[in-house]
């Protein structure tokens, strides 16, 4: 029987971790990988579910991927993910060609799932409380990054959000397996790891606790950054900041999700901190490691947000002078508490304060940006930039991306880089020019 798999991934870096582990295990069961989906005999989409859109997207795609089985009957058409958790039978009864849909927890036993499908349409959707898939090697791809999941669902249940209900209850990898997995990275040539979980620093594994696993990955020989994300304002422990400072590889960069700066919101959202408290968190982190970068997560538009709510979010982002901001409009999610709430902010002026913050997160950007000419900055390589195969670039010690002229570095190679000029979404070094390096690769402001 053809065993040729092509995995396609949409959303989040947790996915693309998950594709990694899906691809890990189906090469032990003797697939082989292949690049295009009309080379393959199985195709898995590996979907999200956060936005109405996402979802939508992946539709019109799984709408041309039947047309693989028309051609070719024995094709095995399936979908894994976040969507496929979700929307269970709905998406087979939507996309009556779909054999296969499994959920983020089904993965262990896709070799016999895929097998079943071949015979009649198969559904795996049950939610686990013990997977962690902590065992398992992934398939990573090649570059300077690795991604090890730590920890896997969420207990935390932001009334925008419907992660806990499709990815499950919270669960933490065992600390062994955690750090065979750096290793493993760290032998395959990996230089830097980013440990993901949905909220990364709520991480513990009996007595070790983030801040243990941020020391013990700190001393694997290889490995030169230590990165996390997302974690959670309220989970971010003195212990976990005493780490961030003390651990010589995590570098002085934090994601650090704030979402409105209105208390009122926050309430709402079920963040469980006020502004007042994530602002005495960005002193204290900030006390712990002088000159660290932060960056965060905003949804403008959220029912009920007001206009003075909306005049908090903007204060509070120019008080905290975030590096960089990845702001969202909100949009109603079904399954999440908020859904079931009438939506106070019409479009147009959703689009208004979108546009506002993104403008002046662009203006904080290049400002924290420029004060960074003439300074050294520390950069991993990753490689050639799209635009000009001469300019390299990779990021520095505060996630800024740096683009330098290339004369002869290779990827993964730790490089100072002397900072000549600054755009809001990167930094140059000497005879970089401005122009030549496109906003669009770096889509964070
Ligand atoms: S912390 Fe909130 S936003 Fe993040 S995954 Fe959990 S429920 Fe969703």
Redesign the pocket.
């Given at each position: 029987m053809e065993r040729r798999l092509y995995i396609e991934t949409y959303g989040c870096q947790m996915n693309v971790a998950d594709s990694e582990l899906m691809q890990g295990l189906l090469d032990r069961a003797g697939y082989t990988r292949v690049e295009r989906a009309d080379e393959a005999d199985v195709i898995l989409v590996n979907t999200c579910a956060i936005r109405e859109h996402a979802e939508q997207r992946i539709y019109g795609r799984l709408g041309e991927l039947t047309r693989h089985k028309l051609r070719r009957p024995g094709v095995v058409l399936g979908v894994a993910g976040c969507m496929a958790q979700h929307l269970r039978a709905k998406l087979i009864e939507r996309v009556p060609q779909l054999d296969l849909v499994v959920g983020p927890d089904g993965y262990r036993h896709l070799p016999e799932l895929i097998d079943e499908a071949r015979e009649e349409p198969t559904l795996a959707v049950r939610l686990s409380r013990v997977e962690t898939y902590g065992d398992l090697v992934p398939a990573r791809a090649d570059g300077v990054r690795a991604w090890v999941s730590i920890m896997r669902g969420?207990?935390?249940?932001?009334t925008?959000?419907?992660?806990?209900y499709v990815r499950g209850r919270e669960r933490s990898l065992p600390v062994g397996d955690v750090l065979r997995q750096v290793e493993h990275a760290a032998a395959e040539g990996f230089r830097e790891i980013v440990f993901l979980g949905?909220?990364v620093n709520a991480y513990r594994d009996g007595d070790v606790d983030f801040a243990e696993l941020l020391a013990r990955a700190n001393r694997v020989e290889g490995i030169v950054r230590i990165r996390f994300t997302?974690p959670?304002p309220s989970d971010m422990s003195d212990r976990a900041i005493e780490a961030l400072a003390a651990c010589e590889k995590v570098p002085p960069h934090v994601h650090l999700?704030l979402q409105s700066g209105s208390n009122s919101v926050l309430e709402r959202m079920r963040?469980t901190y006020t502004m007042e408290e994530y602002t005495a968190l960005v002193g204290r982190i900030r006390r712990a490691v002088p000159g660290v970068a932060l960056s965060t997560d905003i949804i403008v538009g959220f029912p009920g947000e007001t206009a003075e709510d909306f005049e908090a979010t903007r204060v509070a982002m120019r008080r905290i002078g975030f590096e960089s901001a990845f702001v969202f409009k909100y949009s109603p999610r079904s399954g999440a508490r908020s859904a079931e709430w009438p939506e106070t902010v019409d479009e147009e002026e959703k689009t208004r304060r979108i546009t506002l913050l993104i403008e002046e997160q662009k203006g904080t950007s290049l400002l924290k940006n420029q004060a960074d000419i003439g300074s050294i900055a520390q950069v991993l390589v990753e490689g050639p930039t799209r635009r000009n195969p001469l300019e390299w670039f990779g990021k520095s010690a505060h996630f800024k991306t740096t683009v330098f002229p290339h004369r002869g570095e290779s990827v993964g190679d730790l490089i100072p880089v002397r900072v000549a000029s600054a755009t809001p979404h990167a930094l140059l070094g000497e005879g970089v020019r401005a122009a030549s390096f496109a906003a669009t690769e770096d889509a964070t402001v």
């Open positions: 969420c207990d935390k249940f932001c925008f959000c419907i992660v806990p949905q909220t997302s959670h999700p963040r």
